[in-house]
């Protein structure tokens, strides 16, 4: 069984119980989780027409775009010619195995081009950077569809 609260005491459990709702109040209202704005919605259309232009699969809504890479590319500009990123996307372009099976493949150059398009239009300076990283890159048209 808890022990009684004492009667001089209970004021500041109220004080802290209105300072705690105080600052979840002050929170959801600075909270800015939308990234929507004038700037990433036409930067979304720019991407969805080089998609096309390319013959590459489009998003249904631009709204994924958006919220994925904002106005500035998120996480594929955030350093996208270091060593750590460029070696996370080669890792990715293996057999799907794990451990022993694991095994490089020719990947499409389908996601290269996807990738390279994405650079260019949120990130442009940091586009020749990154297609030198990737000329060596064997490619082919493995995926079908």
Not at 4 to 31: E, F
Not at 77 to 87: I, T, Y
Not at 126 to 139: G, M, N
Request: aromatic share 6%; glycine share 8%.
């Amino acid at each position: 069984m808890s022990t009684p609260v004492p009667r001089g005491d209970r004021w500041i459990y109220w004080a802290l119980a209105a300072i705690l709702i105080l600052l979840a109040i002050i929170g959801l209202v600075t909270y800015s989780g939308e990234k929507s704005d004038q700037a990433s919605q036409q930067k979304a259309a720019e991407l969805t027409a080089k998609f096309r232009a390319a013959g590459l699969p489009v998003p249904h809504d631009d709204d994924i775009l958006i919220r994925t890479l904002g106005d500035d590319g998120g996480a594929v500009c955030d350093h996208p010619d270091e060593s750590l990123r460029r070696a996370l996307f080669f890792d990715q372009l293996t057999n799907g195995a794990d451990f022993v099976g694991r095994r490089p493949i020719i990947g499409d150059r389908r996601l290269v081009q996807g990738e390279l398009l994405i650079i260019e239009t949120y990130c442009p300076d940091k586009l020749q950077d990154v297609r030198d990283d990737l000329e060596d890159l064997k490619t082919d048209d493995v995926i079908k569809g």
